[in-house]
């Protein structure tokens, strides 16, 4: 048996968008144990964890040693995915190493980190493409997989790259929040005749499952994930397809896109990460933060440009994956049928979008 087989995992981000189905699917058949790092143990997403199975609670912050190393005690594994809109770039590369380092130190078998990709890089370190909450990720990535060929004897690990989730697509709050115009669904960014690598929340949990279910190929590893890269004039079209309701991408400008009433846009002059300070130098504001995400979503079209995705391999690691923007609708329509919380078409109504992202339920509050 492999030494990277693990059995209790410490989890960072459990309380995310990202984290919830994570967890879901690693305690779903008894199989992993997941002690989960919260701010707060008395809020909805933490008490929703509390009543699985197989979960447990921490509560504290990342950004104190002896709380970590109350987390990774009695853990051999880990799955750390700190939230870069909370910390802002600079504190989330320090306390990424910290997070490794205090792995390393407390005897974890191995550890998966939560990732972006590092699209500066990636474009040739291209300003109009820096993107901080990306690049903070990515370049931590690859210092973890180099650490990794000298420590790899004590802990393996694994990079777990996804993107934009495709619920952001419906919900409030993002980047690519809908608008209902004149009775047509509308999605008014700056895209251009790019495409975006949305990715699955319900994927997610498979993945990681499958990181941790397979330790030595998934060793020294970056995983980088997408139902596919979705273009949007694809992804209204498919929205009519099942729904049968009027739906449409409109190109804007960044001028138009700023300028506009959508929640990112009204706070462009603040920090990107909420616990970050605007007089530090290092810090982005929102407004250049995203400017440079929708850059290179636009620059990334058909899986030729800045972002680029191995769909082959991906169909490999999960032969059911989501592929399509129509496959993922369609199962949304189903799944908020069956729930209770309406069809696609009600839930997009200004009066009924609600939030995916931890930020925005929270209110960008909270402490680092």
Known sequence: MSSYKTSKIF??????????PVIRGLVSDGKYHCKVLTRDANSYRAKQLAELPNVSLLEGTLADEEILRAGYSGCDGAFVNIDGFNTGEKAEIYW????????????????????LDFV????????????GHYDGKGRMAEWILQQ???????????????????????AVGTPMTPRVEDGVVTWRVPLGQG???????EDCAGYVRWLFDNPERAN??????????????????????????PARYIDTSLDEYWA?????????????????????????????????????????????GVVRRDYALLDEILPHRIKSAEEWLRKEEERG?????GGLWDRVQPANLRPILKIAEDGRSGKL
């Not at 500066?120 to 993107?131: A, L």
């Open 96 to 115: 990424t190493i910290r997070a490794y380092e205090l792995a390393l130190e407390c005897g974890i078998k191995f550890f998966v980190h939560g990732n």
């Open 120 to 131: 500066y890089k990636k474009s040739g370190y291209d300003p109009k493409f820096r993107t």
């Open 220 to 245: 020294g590893m970056d995983l980088e994930v997408a139902i596919d890269h979705i273009d949007y004039s694809d992804l209204a079209k498919a929205f009519e397809k099942v729904t049968g309701h």
């Open 337 to 341: 049928r069956k729930e209770g919380l």
């Open 148 to 170: 990794t060929k000298d420590n790899g004897h004590k802990m393996g690990a694994a990079i777990f790259t996804t993107g934009p989730y495709i619920e952001m697509s419906i």
């Open 260 to 304: 506009s009433d959508l929640s990112i846009a009204k706070i462009g002059d603040t920090p990107a990460g909420y616990n970050a300070d605007l007089n530090d130098k290092s810090t982005m504001t929102v407004r250049q933060n995203f400017t440079g995400f929708w850059n290179l979503w636009k620059y990334s079209g058909q899986n030729k």
């Open 11 to 20: 989890v960072i981000g459990g309380t995310g968008a990202q984290g919830l």
């Open 195 to 201: 495409s975006v690598v949305h990715v699955s929340l």
